[in-house]
């Protein structure tokens, strides 16, 4: 595993690894869905305002509560898998960090390691046992060719899985490969306290899973994962 930029501090010092073969998962390119609201067109009278008031301080109260314990700033560390890629021919690595510098968080390192399930596992676990990093994210090995082990590598360190995020990744995909998406094997969880996303390895696929997602929910995911038993 090759460090290409980290700060000083650290859980552990990085181990040394190589890098290889890259797997886009089918995925060309990929598209957000769409939101939509509800008016049912019905007046309450007066006697009725003051329940509505309260109930909407209770919602906000309890949003309130919910997100307090987000993190504002996260130390991501990124992980290219493959068998062929290098630091300047990782064009979904460049926008993984490119995403998540410009949603505000830091990108302390940026690896590569080959499709090889102890080179995965042991660089995920010694990521994760960092004190610098907060969040994980990987691209590539998450197809269904013989090579591609991120899931198998690193599913088992997992302390809780969020199988939410692979589900929310290939129903955002399928507008866009249509039933391929069942080849795609996108997931995440939690290890040492410190979410791990696994994303497929093209560029189009982590715009859709890093950009759509992952910027969206790291934060308040990595401060419950943090978040001290009362």
């Known amino acids: ?13 990085d181990e040394d690894g190589e890098g290889g073969t890259e797997h886009s998962d089918s995925h060309e390119g990929h598209e957000g869905g769409t939101d939509g609201g509800h008016d049912d067109g019905h007046s309450h009278g007066d006697d009725h305002s003051h329940g509505d008031d309260h109930n909407h301080d209770d919602d906000h109260s309890h949003d309130h509560e919910h997100h307090q314990h987000d993190l504002d700033e996260l130390g991501v560390a990124v992980v290219t898998i493959s068998s062929s890629r290098t630091r300047e021919t990782d ?78 990744f290939r129903s955002l995909s399928r507008e866009e490969i249509g039933t391929r998406v069942v080849a795609t094997r996108a997931t995440a969880g939690t ?40």
């Open 91 to 168: 064009p979904s690595g460049d926008a993984i960090q490119s995403i998540l510098t410009e949603a505000g968080h830091e990108v302390v390192t940026r690896d590569l390691v080959a499709d090889d399930f102890d080179g995965i596992q042991q660089a995920v676990d010694s990521l994760t046992n960092r004190d610098d990093v907060d969040l994980v994210v990987t691209n590539g090995g998450t197809g269904v060719t013989p090579d591609d082990v991120t899931v198998e590598a690193i599913r088992p360190l997992f302390e809780k899985e969020l199988p939410g995020f692979g589900e929310l």
């Open 191 to 230: 290890v040492d306290e410190v979410p791990v996303f696994c994303l497929p390895g093209s560029e189009n696929a982590v715009r859709l899973g890093v950009g759509d997602i992952v910027v969206e929910v790291a934060s308040h995911v990595a401060g419950l994962a943090q978040r001290e038993q009362d």
């Open 1 to 13: 595993m090759v460090d290409f930029q980290s700060r000083d501090t650290g859980r552990r010092s």
